[in-house]
C-alpha cells in the first residue's frame, strides 16, 4: 500500500496523531532506522513491541526465489542487509522483543526476557 518513504511517513504521522495502533512491517537492520519508529512513537505514549527474524540466509534465498518482478531481492540485496544487521534490545525502548525463527516455512516465536541482550 505504502511503497514509498513518503507515503509510509504520511501514514506513520497521521497514526502517531490519531493514536492509532499501526504495525511497521519493514526491515530496519540497525539501531538508528528503528530510532525514528520508536522515538516517535515513545512520546506520545504507544507500547513499542518488536518482532526480530533470526537471519537465516538459506531459508531467506529460498523465500526469494518464489518471488517475481519487484518482488524479487537480488542476492547481493540481501547479504547487504544482513551485513548491516544488528539485533534490537531493550536499551532501544522497546517494550516487549520476540524472537522469530524459520524453518521449512514454519515459524516460532520467543519472547525476550526485559534483561535480553544480543
Known amino acids: 500500500m505504502l511503497k514509498t518513504r513518503n507515503r509510509e511517513n504520511i501514514y506513520l504521522q497521521a497514526s502517531i496523531e490519531t493514536m492509532q495502533p499501526f504495525v511497521v512491517d519493514n526491515t530496519s537492520p540497525t539501531v538508528v532506522e528503528r530510532k ?3 522515538d516517535a ?10 518482532y526480530y527474524f533470526e537471519p537465516n540466509f538459506v ?3 529460498k523465500r526469494n526465489e518464489e518471488r517475481t518482478g519487484k518482488e524479487y531481492i537480488p542476492e547481493i540485496g540481501i547479504k547487504s542487509v544482513m551485513s548491516k544487521l544488528k539485533a534490537p534490545s531493550y536499551e532501544e525502548g522497546f517494550d516487549e522483543l520476540y524472537s522469530v525463527t524459520s524453518s521449512e516455512g514454519t515459524f ?6 526485559e534483561n535480553y541482550t544480543n
Open 41 to 50: 512513537c515513545k512520546n506520545k505514549g504507544f507500547k513499542i513491541i518488536g
Open 59 to 61: 531459508e531467506s534465498i
Open 108 to 113: 516460532q516465536i520467543e519472547k525476550q526476557p
Open 36 to 38: 525514528k519508529y520508536i
